[in-house]
Structure formats: C-alpha cells, structure tokens
C-alpha cells in the first residue's frame, strides 16, 4: 500500500520540472547560435578590414564579406561599410558589418527577453599598407 502512494510522485516531479529543464536546454541552444552566428560577423569583418588595409577596392571586400557571410544564414541583409580613417601617424583601414541573427528555437514565445531582433555590430580595423 505504502508504494501505491509514492508512485505517481515521479510523474508530479517530472511535470514540475520538465518546463524549467526545457527552458534551460533551449537557451543553451539560442544563445550558442547566436554566438556562432555572430563569430562568423566578426571574422568577416576582420578579413574585410584586412583586405581592405592591403590595398583591395571597397566594392571588392564588400565582394569578399558578402561571401564569408553566405556561410551563414541570417535573419536579414547585412549592412556593411568600408571606410578609410587617417590618424595623426597612418591611415586605418575600417570595416563594419551588421546584420539580423536569426533565432532558431521557440524560446521567444516562453521568454519575452528573446523576442526581439538581434543586430550587433561587429567592426575591425587595420593600418593601411604602403
């Protein structure tokens, strides 16, 4: 009689934590892609300003940056702008890139925080040669 009374306990646990495990799980899931999608931004970025800084025409890195992000799938169309910055002592060739990450769990709809559109900036520079 005594194991009648606790064998339902084990499905009233799993049903109370369940949800918070999920949560969890999904979140670790987000926001590894979201940093993943955001490294491959980065890494754009810092061949663009590279290219850039070794003489290429902007509309070539754009070329360039445009073909390392299409590795990627992101949730819009990235904005980049290659610009050259002179310096008291150089000229600094600069690359900025910013584009909507793409979400790919259901997490939004239970966390209001991960709702919205993320679009980080990510930019890179380097001093020009020659």
């Keep these: 009689m005594n194991g009648e009374k606790h064998r339902g306990a084990a499905l009233v646990e799993l049903a109370l934590t369940l949800p918070v495990l999920l949560v969890l799980v999904m979140g670790i899931i987000e926001m590894a892609s979201l940093f993943q999608q955001f490294q491959v931004v980065q ?3 810092r061949e663009g300003a ?5 003489g290429e025409s902007p509309e070539e ?3 360039a940056v445009l073909n390392l992000l299409s590795l990627r799938s992101f949730a819009g169309t990235p904005t ?3 610009e050259e910055v002179t310096l008291s002592s150089y000229v600094e060739s600069k690359v900025s890139i910013s ?6 769990t259901p997490l939004g709809q239970f966390v209001p925080a ?3 559109t993320f679009r980080p900036t990510a930019v890179a520079a380097f ?3 020659g």
Excluded: F, N, S, Y
Aim: proline content about 4%; overall charge positive.
């Design 114 to 116: 991960l709702l919205g």
């Design 43 to 45: 890494h754009a970025a």
């Design 61 to 63: 890195v754009t070329a």
């Design 99 to 104: 584009v909507p990450l793409r979400t790919v």
């Design 50 to 54: 590279r290219l850039a800084a070794v």
């Design 127 to 129: 001093r020009k040669e």
């Design 80 to 82: 980049i702008r290659v």
